[in-house]
């Protein structure tokens, strides 16, 4: 793409976000470009230094590293330590190390790799004076990310979880003295959920951690160990100073450094919608998080009966069609099937798909007769698009098109019909864990709640999806009922204290 032809889009692609580590900066940059391309259809890509960084300072044979290692007087076998940040740096010193980085940076710039796109520079790489005049003099504005302790605390929580879930036993923090620290000065920091999250995380890891045991192994570890631990705790102070000193309560949130190289500032909440918002207004574009969403007013109201409506709706479906106008008429229609009720019931399916919940539906209609029929797949048939897509595309094509959009429709015939007190049947898997909360609600509202469970056998369910597919054309995929199948495992004993009735059915 050689030009943006959308203003949000160039001022965006003009600006470069600091701030202490975990305040955000990767997350919002990310988020923006998704948000641009929903609200413009320009699409802009997010491009991070850091990738470029790694990779050059892996290739001795590339001018800036030869030309860094004879300017800096490298030895030629210190090569390797270019690689390991902690070992050049006790070495050579920070400040060498980046001059390194900013050489690498304005080499990007100069050869246009951030050009039209939206650039996501390591922590301190604007606080190079070379980096930050290669960027002023091509007009990018800076602006400073700031945030309460609890917010980045509750960051750092994050990263640290996905950290535990990718790192290797002896080289975690687990057995770290990271893990001490937590337990002793993190109350200081953060809100008790937030520490409970953390400290979680750790017990969990350590609860599903079962590789046997090698003796011998674990001996050699052990004196590796206060090595590795002392190592570890280097490397997070070299790369991660302020993040550390966060966990440790020995936290500094004001940073003069990023003031000086900053042109504007803006307070982040830790709520990614109302932050978006506030950064928009800071470098001077329309709110982008609103315009990406004016059209999706089914997913906002659905949100008064499942406030997390986005594990249900995890992605931003194709805005091809005026899905209103589509759906309006069929949902308005299926609402007059069914009288209100002064003491509404809501029955709620469980099971895999082609566990035979439809069967079930149809073989006791007439005890259901009063009640709403509410399913996506029936939805789905409804949709006269969805039928000339299956001509067109095939059917798993026509699946991928419209099983989203016909969800986001059940879920809004679902909420009008609890406003107007019907009586419902929800021809519903009961596989996302927010239906529990849907559950919860709806009782709150005064329905009295029946679950009936459709037990079938995986192998059953693949096999009578494939057979309805030949006959209806309608596909499933059958990697999701698998994966629905254990989804339903850990929902089963919650659903069965929750809901009023709870009624479990064989089907093989």
């Not at 949000?8 to 990310?30: D, F, R």
């Not at 002023?136 to 945030?147: F, S, T």
């Not at 079962?210 to 160990?225: A, G, N, S, Y």
Request: charged residues 30%.
């Amino acid at each position: 793409m050689e030009n943006l032809s959308n203003n949000n889009a160039e001022k965006l692609c003009k600006t470069i976000l600091v701030g202490l580590p975990a305040v955000g900066k990767t997350t919002l940059t990310e988020e923006m470009s998704h948000l641009v391309k929903e609200s413009t259809d320009v699409e802009i890509e997010a491009v991070s230094s850091d990738f470029k960084f790694r990779a050059v300072r892996k290739d001795k044979d590339h001018p800036i590293i030869q030309k860094f290692m004879k300017d800096y007087h490298i030895a030629k076998e210190d090569f390797e330590l270019i690689i390991k940040t902690n070992d050049f740096i006790k070495k050579y010193g920070e400040p060498c190390f980046r001059d390194l980085e900013s050489a690498i940076i304005i080499d990007m710039l100069e050869k246009g790799e951030f050009d039209n796109k939206i650039p996501n520079l390591g922590g301190k790489a604007m606080l190079h004076p070379k980096t930050a005049k290669a960027f002023k003099d091509r007009g990018y504005q800076v602006v400073y990310l700031k945030a309460d302790l609890k917010t980045i605390a509750a960051h750092i929580a994050k990263d640290f979880d996905a950290m535990l879930d990718g790192a290797s036993i002896t080289r975690s923090p687990v057995n770290g003295p990271i893990s001490a620290t937590l337990r002793e000065n993190f109350p200081e920091i953060a809100d008790t959920s937030t520490k409970e999250f953390m400290l979680n995380r750790i017990e969990k890891m350590r609860a599903n951690y079962k590789q046997p045991i090698d003796r011998k192994k674990l001996e050699k570890e052990k004196i590796l160990r206060e090595k590795e631990k002392h190592q570890y705790m280097d490397m997070i102070k070299l790369r991660n100073k302020k993040a550390l000193e966060i966990i440790t309560g020995r936290h500094i949130l004001a940073d003069d450094s990023y003031e000086n190289v900053s042109d504007k500032s803006v307070f982040l909440k830790g709520e990614l919608k109302d932050d978006i918002k506030s950064l928009c207004q800071i470098i001077g574009i329309q709110d982008i998080s609103a315009k990406a969403n004016e059209n999706d007013t089914y997913t906002n109201s659905i949100r008064s009966i499942i406030p997390g409506i986005s594990e249900v709706v995890p992605y931003t479906y194709d805005e091809k069609y005026n899905y209103q106008e589509i759906f309006d008429p069929i949902i308005e229609k299926e609402l007059l099937n069914a009288p209100s009720s002064d003491n509404p019931r809501l029955v709620h399916m469980l099971g895999i798909p082609a566990a035979g919940k439809s069967t079930f539906y149809r073989q006791n209609k007439e005890q259901f007769k009063d009640y709403l029929f509410i399913g996506f797949d029936f939805i789905m048939e409804k949709i006269p698009q969805y039928h000339n897509d299956i001509k067109e595309l095939g059917s798993v094509q026509a699946f991928k098109n419209w099983e989203l959009p016909a969800r986001i429709a059940g879920y809004e015939l679902l909420r009008r019909a609890i406003e107007e007190k019907k009586n419902i049947f929800f021809n519903h898997g009961g596989t996302p864990v927010c239906h529990r909360e849907l559950l919860s609600n709806i009782q709150k509202m005064g329905y009295h709640t029946t679950m009936y469970y459709i037990d079938c056998p995986v192998d059953i369910a693949l096999q009578r999806a494939a057979e309805r597919e030949k006959i209806t054309k309608r596909h499933t995929p059958p990697q999701m009922i698998v994966d629905r199948c254990s989804l339903i495992k850990e929902n089963l004993p919650v659903y069965k204290n929750l809901v009023n009735e709870f009624k479990q059915l064989k089907n093989r």
